[in-house]
């Protein structure tokens, strides 16, 4: 019988999609899944390096797994390291970190089971830093998938834009782009499994950009991604979200489709990252603030409204007070339904790791408590306006607050809460909102929505 491999995931969806992906080969394998690492006789972390913090989770992680074991009496287990940090990292990490046996590359997912194999069978040191080979397709059994009625669905993997303090060009590579028949007829099988959501998901999934057309013939659009919303959105599928949209390849053709299609939620994630041009420049963007806004101009003039939030990096090396006075100001014109803000973390590597004038931490601290006072106020003022409202939302789980009310989002992407009235996850119910918290709304159900 094979080992029971535990695998964790640190970071951003597209490694979550990624261990989906693992565990589906694992599965095929005859590999079984273990619910926790004091379970398991092999354990996997998949990991993120885009700020120092989260690399730093991981290292504490191996020595923990690897104290507890020690403590239990058991035999440590098999670590292996897979995403981000291995693929930069690669052979050092089992310099710094002995207790690692296996080093799994971003590209490295679907050879994880042989490469168990190698360290099992005592190979030392096993390591693959590879790409994907031709042929490979993006396979994901829906028991694998971390929701029952959420899926993610990689559509671009990897970013050409090297944007100066980003790491995610060295540790996932050059864009590549799924075939568009392959992505609809993912979307359609799921829709026939009962999915109601589908989030299209890749670094920058607005920059698509397939070899080939194909299973795009029949969608209008200025570019393959509207083209692509449009083919997605003619599967019927209930609801379909995309996550990140990168400004610079922002059409107005992508608000079009949106315009044209419900199914396709109004809600648009477009990290701006500074409301500064000398700091956009630093930051090797491609766009100006100004460009930027008129974009955002473009989907506020939507015949619905769409939700907008974006991502906002303080204290990069030179930002001057006058440059982030120039991010409140965007923030406060941009009016965003949400923004997610960090504080610059320098990432060996990339080209802002060498430029001097560094803010210290004690700046970006005060910056980014200012930013999200700011943000706090606007977006008191945009949940006060859906009191009153109806809102569709997903219905996930019962609510971690109170065993009386049940949680989901929005096709708007807010968290929304009601009481539950024995409402089941997976069903889509609408929502009369009567009051409105700092990151969530609460309200009464009107319906109470159908499973299937
Ligand atoms: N594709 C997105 C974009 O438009 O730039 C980037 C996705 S990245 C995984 C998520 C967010 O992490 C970024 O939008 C950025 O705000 C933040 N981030 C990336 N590198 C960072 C760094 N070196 N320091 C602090 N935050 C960083």
Request: contains cysteine.
């Amino acid at each position: 019988m094979k080992s029971k491999v535990y695998l964790e995931t640190f970071g951003c969806q597209m490694n979550v999609a990624d261990t989906e992906r693992a565990a589906t080969g694992l599965r095929k394998s005859g590999y079984d899944l273990a619910a926790s690492a004091d379970d398991a006789e092999v354990v996997l972390l998949n990991t993120c390096s885009v700020r120092e913090r989260a690399e730093r989770k991981v290292f504490r992680r191996i020595a923990e797994i690897r104290s507890q074991s020690k403590r239990a009496g058991r035999q440590k287990p098999l670590i292996g390291v897979m995403g981000c940090v291995a693929q930069l990292e690669g052979a050092a990490i089992f310099a710094d970190a002995p207790a690692v046996d296996l080093i799994i590359g971003t590209r490295a997912t679907d050879r994880i089971p042989s490469l168990i194999e190698r360290a099992q069978g005592g190979e030392a040191a096993v390591i693959d830093l590879d790409e994907r080979q031709e042929g490979e397709v993006w396979d994901v059994s829906p028991t694998e998938r971390r929701s029952p009625y959420v899926a993610l669905v990689p559509i671009i993997e990897g970013c050409n834009k090297f944007c100066s303090f980003c790491i995610v060009p060295y540790s996932r590579g050059r864009e590549k782009s799924r075939s568009a028949l392959e992505i609809v007829a993912e979307v359609s099988r799921l829709r026939s499994l009962g999915y109601k959501e589908v989030q299209l998901i890749g670094q920058n999934v607005n920059s698509y950009r397939p070899k080939l057309q194909h299973g795009l013939e029949s969608f209008p659009g200025a570019t393959s991604f509207s083209r692509l919303l449009r083919a997605v959105a003619a599967t019927g599928m209930e609801r379909i979200k995309f996550t990140t949209s990168f400004p610079r390849d922002f059409h107005p053709d992508i608000v079009c489709a949106l315009e044209e299609f419900p199914n396709l939620c109004d809600w648009i994630h477009l990290p701006v990252q500074s409301g500064s041009n000398r700091i956009l420049k630093a930051m090797r963007r491609g766009h100006s603030a100004e460009d930027y806004c008129q974009r955002i101009d473009g989907i506020k003039q939507a015949k619905r409204r769409l939700a907008i939030t974006s991502d906002i990096i303080v204290g990069f090396p030179g930002e001057s007070d006058a440059d982030f006075e120039s991010t409140m100001r965007l923030v406060e014109k941009c009016r965003y339904d949400g923004l997610f803000i960090f504080k610059y973390s320098r990432r060996a590597g990339t080209p802002a790791a060498s430029l001097e004038d560094e803010i210290s931490e004690s700046e970006k601290t005060a910056r980014f408590l200012a930013l999200e006072q700011l943000q706090e106020s606007i977006q008191e003022r945009i949940y006060a306006d859906y009191v009153g409202k109806q809102l569709s939302v997903l219905v996930e789980k019962q609510s971690a607050r109170s065993s009386d009310d049940m949680t989901g989002h929005s096709t708007c992407h807010k968290v929304v809460n009601f009481r539950a009235n024995q409402t089941q996850p997976g069903a889509v119910v609408d929502v009369l909102i009567t009051q409105a918290k700092p990151y969530s709304l609460y309200g009464d159900l009107m319906t109470s929505g159908s499973v299937n």
